[in-house]
């Protein structure tokens, strides 16, 4: 009786010319080179990008010595932004291993694990961005408490500082809402007992500038607001930072929008990449 072989097997004959032996080599189920590579290409950029923010994070608290004293971190009123870079840098980092390795050890769990995480990162996104439309007033007082508690902790931490100054030059605004939140800072308060050199002033990211100065004055903004109020418009600016980001948003909601739809698309190609090579790799699995 003859046997023909299937499609795809090989014909070996044994010493026994009456016993033959077939072994099936299966087309089609390797895991394919291009998105495996592609895949971790992907991923190594952002595991590179997340050891700079951890080392820069790492960097910024050396130089405030709480590396030295830890319990320096949590003594902090306001908001530390040497931790949203470390935040950002672990979650980054962790991704991007989990990413790398995934792909080339070819290894589900990882993938599984790195999608995930990427699409549940994107619907908070999703879901954040919807609240803040439809919930806009709150948002906004939320927003305002968080600049006011910051405002009072300002003096506590030199990123701090630099934070809010940035804010302040770039949207050329003072305070929350005025220049008279800066009472709530210990060293700016308008207090009689009060000793402070900075007493009811502001800081000098609240200065309008003077084009000709080429070095910038620290104190341009003492005594400002123990003169009268209307001649602070000749000082410093008296516009909120809160409506200066109202004002802002409008004229760059294009630019908002491009940025969102950008690191939406980056996601989503990570997810269709991750999402490609396990069906891949089971595929292969399965036809063994």
């Known amino acids: 009786m003859l046997f023909s072989p299937a499609p795809g097997a090989t014909v070996v004959?044994?010493?026994?010319?009456?016993?033959?032996?077939?072994?099936?080599?299966?087309?089609?189920?390797?895991?394919?080179?291009?998105?495996?590579?592609?895949?971790?290409?992907?991923?190594?950029?952002?595991?590179?990008?997340?050891?700079?923010?951890?080392?820069?994070?790492?960097?910024?608290?050396?130089?405030?010595?709480?590396?030295l004293d830890l319990t320096q971190v949590t003594q902090l009123h306001g908001f530390d932004p040497v931790w949203l870079v470390l935040v950002v840098g672990g979650v980054t980092?962790?991704?991007?291993?989990?990413?790398?390795v995934g792909a080339l050890r070819e290894n589900i769990c990882l993938l599984k694990f790195f999608s995930g995480v990427i699409g549940f990162i994107f619907f908070l996104?999703?879901?954040?961005?919807?609240?803040?439309?439809?919930?806009?007033?709150?948002?906004?007082?939320?927003?305002?408490d968080f600049f006011l508690a910051n405002v009072k902790a300002y003096r506590d931490d030199i990123d701090l500082q630099?934070?809010?100054?940035?804010?302040?030059?770039m949207n050329h605004c003072c305070g929350a809402q005025e220049?008279?939140?800066?009472?709530?800072?210990?060293?700016?308060?308008?207090?009689?007992?009060?000793?402070s050199r900075e007493k009811c002033g502001v800081p000098f990211s609240c200065c309008i500038a003077d084009p000709a100065d080429s070095v910038v004055n620290t104190q341009c903004g003492y005594d400002v607001r123990n003169k009268p109020?209307?001649?602070?418009s000749e000082h410093i600016y008296i516009k909120g930072c809160i409506a200066a980001l109202e004002d802002w948003l409008p004229g760059n909601l294009y630019t908002v929008a491009i940025v969102f739809v950008v690191i939406s698309l980056l996601q989503m190609v990570g997810i269709y990449l991750a999402r490609t090579l396990i069906s891949d790799i089971e595929k292969s699995k399965f036809s063994y």
């Open 229 to 232: 109020q209307s001649e602070w």
């Open 162 to 169: 630099n934070l809010i100054d940035s804010l302040q030059k």
């Open 13 to 67: 004959r044994s010493s026994d010319s009456r016993v033959l032996m077939y072994y099936y080599r299966h087309e089609n189920t390797e895991v394919g080179c291009c998105y495996k590579y592609l895949m971790f290409s992907y991923n190594i950029i952002f595991w590179l990008a997340g050891v700079a923010f951890i080392a820069v994070g790492f960097w910024a608290w050396s130089e405030k010595g709480v590396l």
């Open 179 to 195: 220049p008279s939140d800066w009472d709530l800072n210990v060293y700016f308060r308008c207090n009689e007992t009060h000793r």
């Open 93 to 100: 980092f962790i991704l991007g291993f989990a990413g790398c």
């Open 125 to 144: 996104e999703l879901t954040a961005a919807v609240l803040a439309v439809v919930f806009q007033s709150q948002v906004r007082e939320w927003i305002n």
